[in-house]
């Protein structure tokens, strides 16, 4: 690099932490009073930039180990407790490891959420019903699939049980469901359901 003399020993000293953005704010702030006065400084900093720019092609190209890929996309997925990342494309949820959440918007309902697709907005849930508990009425923004896994619930005026499916187009409307007995279902459902009065 440049040593001009012209430059100060301590601004030359400075230069290199400048371009790599390490000086603290009150350095940098009187680097840049300096820098904007002295073209020799202006000159070496510019001559330092080109030369950062270059280290990234000083050394040999080497290709990343198989295993770095899918090291990196399991480490930047969100971590929840029961969920395990088997394969990029397939994961695990060990419900036993998550505890129940009282129902937002209603009493006697208990959820677990098993997975939310973020892009779609769309939930994956179990959901536990007590004895006589009252879901409220909802408007579908996106295809509602209810499957009942254990007890008895009425949706819409019809019986279900064990086994029975349930399935509700975009736009469709809930009346209010409610459970004859202690119930657990499998809820898929999009996050913007909107209740009604």
Partial sequence: MNQDRRIPEEFLDMAPLYVLDALV????????????????????????RKAAGLIGFSAAPTAPPPELRDKVLAASKPKMPGLL????????????????????????????PLYADR?????????????????????HQDVEEIYVIEGEVELQGTAMGPGDYCRAEPGSR????????????????????????
């Avoid at 779609?120 to 849930?125: A, E, K, S």
């Fill in 25 to 48: 704010p009150e350095e940098k702030q009187a680097f840049e009073e300096r820098l904007a006065k002295d073209a020799a400084l202006r000159a070496e900093v510019e001559e330092l």
């Fill in 85 to 112: 990342h088997v394969a990029p494309d397939l994961i695990i949820f060990r419900s036993d490891d998550v505890d129940w959440q009282p129902h937002p918007t209603a009493a006697g309902l208990l959820v677990k």
């Fill in 174 to 197: 809930h009346e209010i469901g409610y459970s004859k007995t202690e119930a657990l279902l499998l809820v898929l459902s999009s996050a913007g359901d909107r209740l009604e009065e």
């Fill in 119 to 139: 892009k779609r907005g769309y939930l994956t849930t179990l959901l536990k019903m007590q004895a006589g508990a009252v879901y409220p009425a909802h408007v």
